[in-house]
């Protein structure tokens, strides 16, 4: 089993900064790929940022040059970091990890997300 779990959601005025952390943990053999998402009412969910474990990111178009996402390959962890926030940054923000795990002796493949952490940008 592969756990994913975020941290670091609130409330926060426009212009304010704001950081997320997500940590997977369990049966990992190796992590191709981290990301955030988010989601506001009534939208549907969309890529935030994403790194694979060579460091390579992909950022929305919406969010470049105000948040930055690192990676802590070591601990498993990533980091998204969101500062000039504006109110149509509100949202659950998700983690996503796409793993590799052993089973026996096949690598299997599998895509976890975790429970969402709620991101408020309001005066």
């Known amino acids: 089993q592969v756990q994913v779990v975020e941290s670091g959601g609130g409330l926060v005025q426009p212009g304010g900064s704001l950081r997320l952390s997500c940590a997977a943990s369990?049966?990992?053999?190796?992590?191709?790929?981290m990301g955030w998402y988010r989601q506001a009412p009534g939208k549907q969910r969309e890529l935030v940022a994403s790194?694979?474990?060579?460091?390579?990111?992909d950022d929305a178009d919406s969010v470049k040059g105000r948040f930055t996402i690192s990676r802590d390959n070591a601990k498993n962890t990533v980091y998204l970091q969101m500062n000039s926030l504006k109110p149509e940054d509100t949202a659950v923000y998700y983690c996503?990890?796409?793993?590799?795990?052993?089973?026996?002796?096949?690598?299997?493949?599998?895509?976890?997300w975790g429970q969402g952490t709620q991101v408020t940008v309001s005066s």
């Open positions: 790194i694979t474990s060579s460091g390579r990111t």
């Open positions: 996503n990890a796409v793993v590799k795990y052993q089973i026996g002796y096949t690598l299997a493949s599998g895509e976890y």
């Open positions: 369990g049966r990992i053999s190796s992590i191709n790929s």
